[in-house]
């Protein structure tokens, strides 16, 4: 019975030292995690990594090993060390966590799956936003910001912003994230958005880039209608930036502001810099854009009668002015372009313009073959531009005839058809006249008539000639403007010498015929 007795004091006693023995476990491992919630409260990250890793193996509690592993996880996440992040993330049971670790480690995953896939974890944080956003660092909202950038997801960028900007005032903020979500917007041509971030940045950030955010600001309220003045000459300010252009759009910009503005003659100045396609492409030129641009100036009438010599002008210039090969335009920018210049030099206005805008002519038509035939689908196409289209690119000598005839009743153009019919071989030339019949003198077609005339004298044909003085006349009659489209020809047409003819040439030659002929001088 005594035995009994002490064998069970002896069994209590051990239980009694066992029980204490835990509980004095269980209070050094609360202590150990105590200390490690009040060390890492203090946002020392290092501190709080240093501490938990150094007495994580004196604690054998899986619920409390996993709330250390979840310390030291969000001191890596804190530290940017995602060297062993996802190691220890895995270690922990998320069922050992309270709702707010539950929480913050969702976070850390969410911040991870955004190096790797940025798309999904922004639509996971967007989802769970309430959740997240209230617990996420201020220092790893500019990180998103910049994720959200690169996959152009604007609204995302700004929405984390406008967070931090409201729920962190103390934060340094650098202009230079509020500046990517602008230009985040601007790419994307929400224009409204991207005006009021370039205005916030103007506003609070004066000395970031001030001459880069005026141009875009100047920009964008150009295209929204924003009424802001943040210089006081526009287009003087965006002229100076292009000579040192701090951005590549400066150059678009510019051209939106004279387009804008309808600057025809600064557009052409501007334009002679950018000389080949490849620059266009740099300085993002759209030359389909630009050529629409083009086709839409002689619209709106008012304004066309009050810029026509410009306009022509600019048409006149249009080798000069894109400086690049008209095949790069595709198939619709270059019916615009061809269209309009068609439109334009068939109007009566135009023939008021001392502007000689026949050359312009001349340069188009040595490029038909790039030009689609839908560009000569104006109604405003005169017969005469027609006849050279027929007779280069369609060769259809039968059609060319019929179309003749009807530049002669229309009596349209018919001054400049020797400089049209330039490019021609001259036999063919005079094989078209002689093919015409009943080709006779009339007062609507004498110059043709003329030209004709001369021809036959220049392959040596004096037997079918019927009024050589005529030809003389007119030759010699050169301060008349009527007799230009001749001595134009001439300069053009001669294939056989090196270089044009000029008018004194012309003069002398005249004079050497009048001797051959024995024909006094007038």
């Given at each position: 019975m005594f035995r009994l007795i002490v064998s069970v004091l002896i069994l209590?006693?051990?239980?009694?030292?066992?029980?204490?023995?835990?509980?004095?476990?269980?209070?050094?491992?609360?202590?150990?995690?105590?200390?490690?919630?009040?060390?890492c409260s203090k946002e020392n990250p290092v501190k709080c990594a240093s501490f938990v890793k150094k007495n994580l193996s004196r604690v054998k509690s899986r619920k409390i090993t996993d709330r250390l592993l979840f310390l030291y996880a969000e001191s890596l996440f804190k530290l940017g060390n995602t060297t062993h992040l996802k190691e220890t993330i895995r270690q922990i049971d998320i069922e050992n966590l309270t709702s707010t670790e539950k929480r913050k480690l969702k976070l850390i995953e969410n911040y991870f799956l955004l190096l790797e896939n940025p798309q999904k974890a922004l639509q996971e944080f967007v989802k769970n936003w309430d959740n997240l956003i209230l617990i996420i660092p201020p220092e790893k909202i500019p990180v998103y910001v910049e994720q959200a950038i690169k996959i152009g997801k604007c609204k995302i960028g700004l929405k984390f912003i406008s967070h931090l900007l409201s729920a962190y005032p103390d934060f340094v903020l650098t202009p230079k994230s509020v500046f990517r979500v602008a230009m985040c917007f601007y790419r994307k041509e929400d224009f409204k958005s991207a005006f009021r971030l370039f205005y916030r940045i103007y506003l609070l950030y004066p000395t970031f880039k001030p001459g880069l955010i005026k141009m875009y600001l100047i920009h964008t309220s150009l295209l929204t209608g924003?009424?802001?003045?943040?210089?006081?000459?526009?287009?003087?300010?965006?002229?100076?930036l292009t000579l040192a252009p701090p951005s590549k759009d400066i150059f678009k910009i510019y051209l939106d502001y004279l387009t804008k503005k309808f600057k025809i003659l600064d557009h052409m100045l501007f334009m002679k810099g950018i000389k080949t396609v490849e620059l266009a492409k740099k300085y993002r030129i759209d030359l389909n854009k630009y050529a629409t641009l083009l086709?839409?100036?002689?619209?709106?009438?008012?304004?066309?009668?009050?810029?026509?010599?410009?306009?022509?002008?600019?048409?006149?210039?249009?080798?000069?002015?894109?400086?690049l090969n008209l095949k790069q335009l595709s198939k619709r920018g270059r019916s615009y372009l061809f269209a309009s210049l068609i439109d334009f030099l068939s109007y009566e206005d135009a023939k008021r313009v001392k502007i000689p805008n026949q050359t312009a002519m001349y340069y188009i038509f040595f490029n038909l073959k790039s030009i689609p035939k839908e560009a000569f689908n104006s109604p405003n196409l005169d017969s005469c531009l027609k006849l050279v289209y027929l007779l280069k690119v369609k060769k259809d000598l039968q059609?060319?005839?019929?179309?003749?005839?009807?530049?002669?009743?229309?009596?349209?153009?018919?001054n400049f058809l020797p400089l049209y019919l330039s490019n021609f071989d001259e036999t063919?030339?005079?094989?078209?006249?002689?093919?015409?019949?009943?080709?006779?003198?009339?007062?609507?077609?004498?110059?043709?008539?003329?030209?004709y005339e001369l021809l036959l004298y220049r392959n040596g044909e004096y037997d079918k000639i019927k009024d050589m003085k005529g030809v003389f006349y007119q030759l010699n009659m050169i301060e008349d403007e009527d007799s230009l489209p001749i001595v134009n020809y001439l300069q053009f047409a001669v294939k056989r010498r090196k270089k044009p003819i000029d008018i004194a040439t012309i003069q002398r030659w005249m004079l050497k015929i009048r001797k051959e002929l024995n024909i006094a001088s007038r």
């Open positions: 209590a006693s051990f239980s009694l030292i066992s029980s204490l023995a835990a509980t004095e476990e269980k209070e050094e491992e609360m202590g150990i995690f105590l200390s490690a919630v009040s060390i924003e009424n802001v003045k943040v210089v006081t000459n526009p287009e003087k300010f965006l002229f100076s086709f839409n100036l002689h619209i709106p009438y008012e304004f066309r009668k009050k810029n026509e010599k410009e306009i022509v002008y600019l048409f006149y210039n249009l080798e000069k002015l894109f400086g059609e060319a005839k019929k179309t003749f005839f009807k530049a002669l009743k229309e009596k349209k153009g018919l063919n030339i005079l094989r078209f006249y002689s093919g015409i019949e009943n080709f006779e003198p009339a007062e609507n077609n004498y110059l043709n008539y003329v030209f």
